[in-house]
């Protein structure tokens, strides 16, 4: 159904809202002169590849696809490389390999990249030794150098940011259609952490197994499946940079309603979900399927005033509702919401991000989360979708490729001590390549133990 918004909206009615997280530009001439260019610059995506997510997301809503989200908590321009990006690709496409074998359904890959530059943050300002400066707000806003230089917004960051999601998105697509993702050959994708890891027998049980799924409907079809030679890659990023949003949001012909042309999936963060504020404001009025984080903060009646503002027409594919309450608050605070989208009759694709309720701090003062509690919280989301007669249709991870010592736990054990050796993250901990391959591979178990 395509229907276009309430009168008054138009790409810049959220300018008379109040906009949270906002970058304080100092020159005022340079931020115009940018988005001018901004806007003339041919989009990172096409209104196609938006509808056809929106309609899997519509599918996954109904239970015959699961969603699988992920990546860095923030990009940065020094990580727009050949190695990292294939990593990420490859991660991903392990886990959702597992998925589709273990959960008997088809996988929608979504990375959060190409475009996640911009950060909100608790506090506007750090301090160090009695010198107080802007927070780091990623690098579309500033740099996480502490120099007054770095952390100064420099509206020359959103080229810097569109030509890097641009050469992330280009290299990502290549290797997509380039056989990178060919189902027949997943040993292209092999981290060498699989070689050595107490998960590698049960990971390459699956691959064989799939192999050999693929070999014998070959053979009984007499053809290839051509389906299976390219996997799709879909783009998200938080939507948080609104005046970024606005230049990259864009008219196409014989649509309705505008679409944000910077990525497939925005998304909108806890901190900027008010239902008066400019964020939301700004995206009812696109036509991209919307992501909403859900917090332990959210009351029925907000949720309600959501729904109706953001998916007026009960558009399948429209809305996914993104919770994250952490392991210790899920019980109680998402059985109310989800009554309360039952009642309204409508069908949203619920997720899981197990990360960002389970965020602590360890004595030596590093952010971390423990794989226990953030599995914990994503069992117990399938346990309670089911009590209350409803789905958990996919995950939001925040993950990387890499090998990196940032979240604690896991096959091999990591503990507070090993966060030193490699923490790489300037804002959220991530799970490393081989404890995002474990969650997807707990994932399955969890399902197969619900009988699922
Ligand atoms: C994020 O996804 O990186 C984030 C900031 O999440 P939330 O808005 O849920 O805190
Ligand atoms: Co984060």
Request: glycine share 8%; with cysteine; hydrophobic share 40%.
């Amino acid at each position: 159904m395509e229907t276009v918004p309430a009168a008054e909206w138009d790409v810049a009615s959220w300018q008379a809202r109040e906009a949270l997280q906002q970058p304080d530009y100092p020159d005022a001439a340079a931020l115009e002169s940018v988005l001018r260019q901004l806007s003339v610059l041919p989009p990172l995506v096409t209104s196609w590849e938006v509808n056809a997510l929106k309609l899997q997301l519509a599918e996954a809503a109904h239970g015959k696809r699961f969603l699988l989200q992920g990546g860095d908590c923030a990009e940065s321009f020094d990580e727009c490389r050949a190695d990292v990006i294939t990593r990420k690709l490859k991660i991903l496409l392990q886990m959702s390999l597992v998925l589709v074998y273990g959960l008997k359904t088809r996988i929608i890959r979504v990375g959060r990249f190409a475009g996640q530059y911009a950060k909100p943050r608790s506090d506007p300002f750090e301090t160090r030794d009695g010198t107080t400066l802007h927070a780091y707000r990623g690098d579309i806003i500033n740099g996480p150098a502490f120099t007054p230089e770095a952390r100064t917004p420099d509206p020359q960051r959103m080229l810097q940011a569109f030509s890097s999601s641009a050469l992330t998105l280009n290299f990502v697509r290549a290797l997509s259609e380039g056989g990178f993702a060919d189902l027949h050959h997943p040993e292209y994708w092999d981290l060498d952490f699989v070689r050595h890891s107490p998960l590698a027998g049960e990971y390459h049980d699956i691959v064989g197994a799939i192999k050999d799924a693929i070999t014998f409907m070959e053979s009984v079809t007499d053809a290839p499946l051509d389906e299976l030679e390219r996997a799709q890659f879909f783009t998200s990023h938080e939507a948080l940079h609104l005046p970024y949003e606005q230049a990259l949001t864009r008219s196409v012909p014989h649509q309705p309603r505008v679409y944000n042309l910077a990525t497939h999936f925005p998304w909108l963060g806890v901190r900027t979900t008010h239902v008066d504020g400019a964020h939301v404001e700004y995206a009812r009025g696109l036509a991209n399927p919307l992501g909403l984080k859900v917090g332990p903060d959210a009351t029925e009646t907000w949720l309600k005033e959501m729904l109706d503002l953001l998916d007026p027409h009960q558009e399948p594919g429209r809305l996914t509702l993104i919770t994250r309450f952490g392991a210790a608050h899920i019980e109680r605070s998402l059985p109310p919401l989800i009554e309360a989208v039952l009642a309204s009759g409508r069908t949203l694709l619920w997720t899981c991000d197990p990360m960002h309720g389970n965020t602590e701090v360890t004595e030596s003062g590093l952010k971390t989360r423990r794989f226990e509690n953030i599995l914990g919280e994503l069992e117990l989301a399938f346990d309670v979708h089911a009590a209350e007669g409803s789905h958990l249709g996919g995950v939001h991870f925040e993950l990387t490729g890499e090998d990196v010592t940032e979240c604690t736990g896991g096959a091999r054990g990591l503990d507070d001590a090993d966060l030193e050796r490699a923490y790489k993250s300037h804002v959220d901990p991530r799970l490393n390549a081989e404890q995002a391959l474990e969650m997807a591979l707990s994932i399955v178990r969890k399902c197969q133990r619900m009988g699922a």
